[in-house]
């Protein structure tokens, strides 16, 4: 095995390992209900059958989340044939600014498959602790204000579950290749034995 493969490996194992203990430790992820880029209800339910890729972030932030945004745009792209099976989100944690209509022209810059979401201050909380984001209001001194946030991608099942908690900082060649193993064995869970 290459040295590169084994880094990969590594990489995968310890991603993977991050979302069992946290999973193990109190119920990480869920269903929840949200207002699309479209102004249409969402919920987490709909995407049943695929894997979905969940990020949180905001429109205004200058730089990871555009830069996270990037790289899963890169990865769809780079599915081909699966990427019918895969399914973006991108949540937002500035409903007071980002809405739908914002949403709509911010995701489709990156991909236009990708779905961008929102909701009331309430609901955006709710799905944030669902996922143990962490996230707060940091104001500037001209006025405006930023996000803090926590930045993780989340890869839900065909069935719902979260299957691994990727952080921010993995090449997206490493992202596709984690992409591609969990595509394999929603294929094999899913398919009659």
């Given at each position: ?8 490996m ?16 109190e ?14 209800p ?7 059958g695929k ?27 780079a599915?081909d ?32 498959g ?12 709710q ?5 143990r ?28 579950a979260l ?19 969990l595509l ?7 398919s009659?034995?």
């Open positions: 095995m290459g040295r590169g493969r084994r880094i990969l590594l990489l995968l194992s310890a991603v993977l390992t991050l979302a069992v203990s946290w999973a193990d430790s119920e990480l992820g869920g269903n929840f209900s949200l207002t699309d880029h479209n102004n249409r969402f919920e987490l339910h709909q995407l049943k894997l979905v890729l969940l990020f949180f972030g905001y429109t205004y932030c200058p730089d990871i989340c555009p830069t996270e945004l990037a790289n899963l745009s890169a990865v769809l792209n599915l044939d699966q990427a019918e099976r895969v399914q973006g989100l991108f949540v937002s944690l500035d409903p007071g600014r980002d809405t739908p209509a914002v949403l709509h022209d911010y995701v489709r810059h990156f991909n236009r990708l779905v961008g979401l929102t909701g009331s201050e309430e609901e955006v909380a799905v944030a602790r669902q996922y984001v962490d996230y707060r209001r940091h104001e500037k001194e001209d006025g405006g204000y930023s996000i803090d946030h926590s930045v993780n991608l989340y890869l839900i099942d065909s069935q719902g299957s691994a908690v990727v952080p921010y900082g993995l090449p997206p060649q490493h992202l596709l290749e984690t992409v591609r193993g394999a064995e929603m294929a094999d869970k899913d009659p034995s």
